[in-house]
């Protein structure tokens, strides 16, 4: 509900807009701007007050300060409020003499205002004055004229930008009748040099593409989209970083812009050909790099456009992807790699490298899989053989990016499948770690090509893993080969895959690797859990090497991470059950840690519910397979003390058995 106003300040507006004292409205504006709360919202309810009951003296009053003071502060104020009381509400309240009258003066403001803060501040209301006008049927000429003229300048584009999106009836009905004269404007500012003229002119085509869309109309737009690709190529040429990386923006805004992509479409393949060579122009500056990637980025991302990219020639796909392989090559090799949690590290998000992954990411969806992998695997084999690591790491990574979009494609491809696993056969004993590192990341990828070569090629692979867990002597590498092995073995029959290995040597490695230092948690998981694995199929391992085995166990079985206490009980079980006489003299020391574990995890039983099952079963089992040389009365009291399990029904079951056991004998 509007607000009603008192009969006083109704009165004290009025006197303020027809006094002829300059200081009474100097005072009102003044009042406007920050001050006292109270004296500025007094001010701003006189202001509603004559937009309500005065609204054409409020018009006349602000617009007779803009052309005739000589003030630049009271012009600017003026402005300010005509687009605080929104001139396309009050131009309706205006006569009809007046309204004419109004049409021309505000392009004579707009002509004679030389300050650029205020002429683009006109700007907008005269285009919200335009869209008032047409919306009510009218039409204003003038202005036709005004954007028409060949003397180009800021004005006439900066109101065409401004323009509402909804105001179709003025490019349908003005400027569609003077687009000769406005095509030959903007063909002269977007070849000026005044580069706020070349700015303004990319932002203002925006605006003007359904003027083009008509087919006899497409050759003119194509010579716009040529000047702005000139303007480009002329700013990086003389070193003007910047002002290249705004008129790029402009460009990505116009071709990605919802209401333009149908007809842009025609010209993309121009834009991005156009990307492709200041991209390989040779004295490239790192601003534009990161300005024309961040072009290609947006343009894969717009959904609209990817019929468009899935059209494309084979030879501009390859160009483009070759774009995004090549800013993957600028990758550090940081002597303090190895120390680092992850390679993807923080500092890195923005660099070349970083850009690189996320192009080739969206290039990969929007090209659509089978195009993107038929161009990728043509790229490959420049970069396998290569001496630098940087390039065969940046094969290795372009091989991860798309087969997690492109799995299906590559696994019902025999050659795709053959090439990809020679990448994997050949990279995981790359002399550079950073390679290795990748390869082994990437086969702990949940997807189906991944696990495809785990089925198919696990002849080949798993040899090839062992052999690198022997080589590598870096732990950060070390463990991501031990983190792909036990994704390939949970993932495969483990009694078959194991045929083609020696499991005792590989055992000894994985038992060597708690010697390291430097050993992380995630590392220490994976190696325990990958041990307990393989014991279940290599019996003879666990009494050949239990003290070795059990002393890393009841270590383990102490530390603070809950995945890993859970192995090293699992493993201290498989020791009980499988040791025999060399598991006794560690009796009395597994007993002791299951002891204080169930103590703590009884404590926390509903966040660690399963932990405490696992070591009720691990106890079961000391007393299944060594009772003799135990208390067994002492156990079996203490395992009745903790039942029955809840949300456990695994583990009850077993223990359940456990007991019924215990008891015959």
């Given at each position: 509900?509007?607000?009603?106003?008192?009969?006083?300040?109704?009165?004290?507006?009025?006197?303020?807009?027809?006094?002829?004292?300059?200081?009474?409205?100097?005072?009102?504006?003044?009042?406007?701007?920050?001050?006292?709360?109270?004296?500025?919202?007094?001010?701003?309810?006189?202001?509603?007050?004559?937009?309500?009951?005065?609204?054409?003296?409020?018009?006349?009053?602000?617009?007779?300060?803009?052309?005739?003071?000589?003030?630049?502060?009271?012009?600017?104020?003026?402005?300010?409020?005509?687009?605080?009381?929104?001139?396309?509400?009050?131009?309706?309240?205006?006569?009809?003499?007046?309204?004419?009258?109004?049409?021309?003066?505000?392009?004579?403001?707009?002509?004679?205002?030389?300050?650029?803060?205020?002429?683009?501040?006109?700007?907008?209301?005269?285009?919200?004055?335009?869209?008032?006008?047409?919306?009510?049927?009218?039409?204003?000429?003038?202005?036709?004229?005004?954007?028409?003229?060949?003397?180009?300048?800021?004005?006439?584009?900066?109101?065409?930008?401004?323009?509402?999106?909804?105001?179709?009836?003025?490019?349908?009905?003005?400027?569609?009748?003077?687009?000769?004269?406005?095509?030959?404007?903007?063909?002269?500012?977007?070849?000026?040099?005044?580069?706020?003229?070349?700015?303004?002119?990319?932002?203002?085509?925006?605006?003007?593409?359904?003027?083009?869309?008509?087919?006899?109309?497409?050759?003119?737009?194509?010579?716009?989209?040529?000047?702005?690709?000139?303007?480009?190529?002329?700013?990086?040429?003389?070193?003007?970083?910047?002002?290249?990386?705004?008129?790029?923006?402009?460009?990505?805004?116009?071709?990605?812009?919802?209401?333009?992509?149908?007809?842009?479409?025609?010209?993309?393949?121009?834009?991005?050909?156009?990307?492709?060579?200041?991209?390989?122009?040779?004295?490239?500056?790192?601003?534009?790099?990161?300005?024309?990637?961040?072009?290609?980025?947006?343009?894969?991302?717009?959904?609209?456009?990817?019929?468009?990219?899935?059209?494309?020639?084979?030879?501009?796909?390859?160009?483009?992807?070759?774009?995004?392989?090549?800013?993957?090559?600028?990758?550090?090799?940081?002597?303090?790699?190895?120390?680092?949690?992850?390679?993807?590290?923080?500092?890195?998000?923005?660099?070349?490298?970083?850009?690189?992954?996320?192009?080739?990411?969206?290039?990969?969806?929007?090209?659509?899989?089978?195009?993107?992998?038929?161009?990728?695997?043509?790229?490959?084999?420049?970069?396998?053989?290569?001496?630098?690591?940087?390039?065969?790491?940046?094969?290795?990574?372009?091989?991860?990016?798309?087969?997690?979009?492109?799995?299906?494609?590559?696994?019902?491809?025999?050659?795709?499948?053959?090439?990809?696993?020679?990448?994997?056969?050949?990279?995981?004993?790359?002399?550079?770690?950073?390679?290795?590192?990748?390869?082994?990341?990437?086969?702990?990828?949940?997807?189906?090509?991944v696990q495809a070569i785990q089925i198919f090629h696990h002849i080949r692979i798993l040899p090839a893993f062992v052999v690198s867990l022997n080589e590598n002597h870096i732990i950060k590498v070390k463990e991501e080969v031990i983190a792909a092995m036990l994704y390939f073995i949970k993932n495969t029959i483990p009694n078959i895959s194991i045929m083609h290995i020696?499991?005792?040597?590989?055992?000894?490695?994985?038992?060597?690797?708690?010697?390291?230092?430097?050993?992380?948690?995630?590392?220490?998981?994976?190696?325990?859990?990958?041990?307990?694995?393989?014991?279940?199929?290599?019996?003879?391992?666990?009494?050949?090497?239990?003290?070795?085995?059990?002393?890393?166990?009841?270590?383990?079985?102490?530390?603070?991470?809950?995945?890993?206490?859970?192995?090293?009980?699992?493993?201290?079980?498989?020791?009980?059950?499988?040791?025999?006489?060399?598991?006794?003299?560690?009796?009395?020391?597994?007993?002791?840690?299951?002891?204080?574990?169930?103590?703590?995890?009884?404590?926390?039983?509903?966040?660690?519910?399963?932990?405490?099952?696992?070591?009720?079963?691990?106890?079961?089992?000391?007393?299944?397979?060594?009772?003799?040389?135990?208390?067994?009365?002492?156990?079996?009291?203490?395992?009745?003390?903790?039942?029955?399990?809840?949300?456990?029904?695994?583990?009850?079951?077993?223990?359940?058995?456990?007991?019924?056991?215990?008891?015959?004998?």
């Amino acid at each position: 509900m509007e607000p009603e106003f008192s009969e006083q300040l109704i009165s004290k507006g009025y006197e303020i807009l027809t006094s002829s004292d300059k200081s009474s409205i100097e005072t009102f504006f003044s009042n406007l701007l920050p001050s006292q709360e109270s004296i500025r919202s007094q001010s701003y309810l006189l202001l509603n007050c004559c937009k309500k009951h005065h609204a054409s003296l409020l018009f006349l009053k602000l617009y007779y300060i803009l052309r005739f003071s000589t003030s630049f502060e009271m012009r600017s104020n003026s402005i300010t409020t005509l687009r605080y009381i929104k001139v396309e509400e009050l131009w309706p309240s205006l006569s009809k003499t007046a309204r004419e009258n109004l049409k021309k003066d505000f392009l004579y403001c707009l002509d004679q205002e030389k300050h650029m803060l205020n002429l683009r501040s006109l700007c907008h209301i005269v285009s919200d004055m335009t869209c008032a006008i047409y919306k009510a049927d009218d039409r204003w000429q003038e202005l036709i004229d005004f954007l028409g003229n060949e003397k180009v300048g800021e004005a006439p584009l900066l109101v065409i930008t401004n323009l509402p999106q909804d105001c179709k009836l003025f490019y349908d009905q003005g400027l569609i009748s003077s687009l000769e004269y406005l095509h030959k404007g903007l063909l002269k500012a977007l070849t000026s040099s005044n580069v706020d003229v070349q700015v303004v002119a990319s932002s203002t085509l925006r605006n003007l593409v359904c003027l083009y869309s008509n087919n006899s109309k497409q050759e003119l737009f194509f010579q716009l989209l040529d000047a702005i690709s000139g303007s480009i190529f002329g700013f990086i040429k003389n070193s003007q970083e910047y002002n290249a990386q705004r008129i790029i923006t402009q460009l990505l805004v116009l071709i990605t812009h919802d209401r333009n992509t149908q007809i842009l479409s025609s010209y993309l393949e121009f834009s991005l050909l156009n990307m492709i060579l200041i991209m390989e122009y040779a004295l490239i500056k790192e601003k534009i790099t990161y300005s024309i990637i961040h072009f290609l980025i947006n343009v894969a991302k717009t959904k609209k456009l990817h019929p468009v990219l899935r059209g494309l020639q084979d030879e501009m796909v390859l160009r483009l992807l070759n774009i995004s392989v090549r800013l993957m090559f600028y990758i550090e090799d940081d002597i303090s790699w190895e120390q680092k949690i992850d390679e993807d590290i923080e500092d890195e998000r923005k660099s070349f490298y970083a850009s690189g992954v996320e192009c080739l990411t969206q290039f990969t969806i929007a090209f659509g899989e089978t195009k993107i992998v038929l161009n990728a695997f043509k790229l490959f084999p420049m970069f396998m053989e290569s001496q630098d690591w940087e390039k065969r790491h940046a094969a290795i990574k372009t091989l991860a990016i798309i087969a997690q979009e492109c799995s299906d494609e590559m696994v019902m491809s025999r050659n795709f499948m053959e090439q990809g696993i020679n990448m994997v056969l050949k990279f995981i004993r790359d002399p550079h770690p950073r390679v290795c590192y990748a390869t082994f990341k990437f086969m702990q990828l949940r997807i189906d090509f991944v696990q495809a070569i785990q089925i198919f090629h696990h002849i080949r692979i798993l040899p090839a893993f062992v052999v690198s867990l022997n080589e590598n002597h870096i732990i950060k590498v070390k463990e991501e080969v031990i983190a792909a092995m036990l994704y390939f073995i949970k993932n495969t029959i483990p009694n078959i895959s194991i045929m083609h290995i020696d499991v005792d040597e590989l055992l000894i490695n994985l038992l060597t690797y708690f010697q390291s230092t430097n050993v992380t948690t995630k590392g220490s998981m994976n190696a325990l859990s990958l041990i307990n694995i393989l014991t279940q199929y290599c019996i003879d391992f666990v009494w050949k090497h239990l003290p070795h085995y059990i002393a890393i166990l009841l270590e383990a079985s102490t530390h603070e991470n809950l995945e890993i206490k859970q192995e090293a009980v699992c493993g201290i079980g498989i020791c009980a059950q499988f040791g025999g006489l060399q598991f006794q003299p560690f009796l009395t020391k597994a007993i002791q840690n299951l002891g204080n574990l169930l103590i703590k995890s009884y404590q926390s039983q509903a966040k660690d519910s399963k932990f405490h099952g696992i070591i009720l079963l691990v106890i079961g089992k000391i007393l299944e397979f060594h009772s003799s040389c135990l208390d067994s009365n002492k156990l079996v009291s203490i395992l009745l003390k903790h039942l029955p399990l809840k949300d456990n029904s695994i583990e009850a079951k077993r223990l359940h058995e456990q007991l019924c056991s215990l008891a015959k004998k």
